[in-house]
């Protein structure tokens, strides 16, 4: 069962606008959203992420957005940069769901920061 | 560098041979997790530990799969009997229990091919 899913493997973008990736998940005993990002051939580093009790978090360019009654959380890089091209994984983790301390990872999302 | 290492970081066998991957955490990390990634997909579970106590086990990690944490500090994960559908990047992470939102610092990664 994919309870965090990523629907748009892949996105571009101009260098400068906004980049918008989305996730959604099932479980509603998630307490804390996650972001990473991935280059090839390195493991994933830790971006930013929100409490379930948030509805937002801010960290420079990155802003996560979280919409529990839709069970939706989005990432936006602005202004996107060209070193910004990754693989970006949203992930959940739930202090109360079975299997506590377990994260769950989406499948990716390919972001292309056009120059 | 204090992050997480990982050893080898390549590994080519023939199917049916036994491979062991080696994890250092963070040293002040008492949460030790092993994670699968194959192409176009997010790191699955596989187990995790907090002190030398293994907690959890995914249903992926079948009898062939053993991972140990002898002190609490590094962990070792074992394949035997290799099959071609192990090859993947066998991802380690560690985090504090201390910190609530105890987001995860992965290693680079151990890629296993099996020929």
């Known amino acids: 069962d994919q309870q965090v899913k990523q629907n748009s493997p892949s996105l571009s973008v101009q260098e400068g606008r906004i980049s918008i990736l989305n996730c959604d998940y099932t479980?509603?005993?998630?307490?804390?959203f996650l972001w990473y990002k991935k280059y090839p051939a390195e493991g994933p580093t830790f971006l930013i992420s929100i409490s379930s009790i948030k509805d937002k978090n801010e960290d420079g360019r990155f802003t996560v957005f979280l919409n529990k009654s839709a069970k939706h959380l989005s990432l936006h890089i602005v202004p996107s940069q060209p070193g910004d091209s990754a693989v970006y994984f949203c992930a959940a983790m739930g202090l109360r769901v079975p299997g506590t301390y377990k994260y769950i990872f989406g499948t990716g999302t390919r972001l292309k920061v056009l120059a | 560098d204090t992050g997480v290492s990982q050893d080898p970081r390549h590994k080519i066998t023939k199917r049916g041979q036994n491979v062991t991957f080696r994890c250092d955490p963070i040293?002040?990390?008492?949460?030790l997790y092993w994670y699968r990634q194959t192409l176009g997909q997010g790191p699955e579970f596989l187990t995790y530990?907090?002190?030398?106590?293994?907690?959890?086990k995914s249903r992926l990690l079948s009898d062939r799969f053993s991972a140990e944490r002898p002190k609490g500090s590094f962990s070792t994960l074992e394949i035997q009997r290799t099959e071609q559908g192990d090859s993947a990047m066998y991802l380690c992470?560690?985090?504090?229990?201390?910190?609530?939102?105890?987001?995860?610092?992965f290693g680079e990664g151990s890629r296993l091919t099996v020929l």
């Open positions: 040293s002040e990390h008492n949460r």
């Open positions: 992470a560690s985090s504090w229990s201390g910190r609530l939102t105890g987001e995860l610092f």
């Open positions: 479980n509603s005993m998630f307490d804390y």
């Open positions: 530990f907090q002190n030398e106590a293994q907690l959890e």
